[in-house]
């Protein structure tokens, strides 16, 4: 079974920094395209940043250059660096896993972590 586990969150002043990590396994990491989202109370769940199998990467308007998001295939774990963060950065962030040979297919999700910046 694929399992997504998130880890990192936490309060932190505007301003701060945090390292989210996902924790996969069950899958076979390397072909799997990743991905991290959003969801603040009231808001729909929103992209913040994907990484293909390849280490292209796409960011949403709202965090580009301040967020980084990278890959280990070693360890079967994607990192999401989250630099000058700003009480609008606050949500729950929530894992994604698409298998890249199966782009049509439902993917899968971690239970997410929640991110709360101070002003």
């Known amino acids: 079974q694929v399992q997504l586990v998130e880890s990192g969150g936490g309060l932190v002043q505007a301003g701060g920094s945090l390292r989210l990590s996902c924790a996969a396994s069950?899958?076979?990491?390397?072909?799997?395209?990743m991905g991290w989202y959003r969801q603040a109370p009231g808001n729909q769940r929103e992209l913040v940043a994907t990484?293909?199998?390849?280490?292209?990467?796409n960011y949403a308007d709202s965090v580009k250059g301040r967020f980084t998001l990278s890959r280990d295939n070693a360890k079967n774990t994607v990192f999401l660096q989250m630099n000058s963060l700003k009480s609008e950065d606050t949500a729950l962030y929530y894992c994604?896993?698409?298998?890249?040979?199966?782009?049509?297919?439902?993917?899968?999700w971690g239970q997410g972590t929640q991110v709360t910046v101070s002003s």
């Open positions: 994604n896993a698409q298998d890249s040979y199966n782009p049509y297919g439902p993917g899968y």
């Open positions: 069950g899958m076979v990491f390397s072909i799997f395209a």
């Open positions: 990484i293909t199998k390849g280490g292209s990467t």
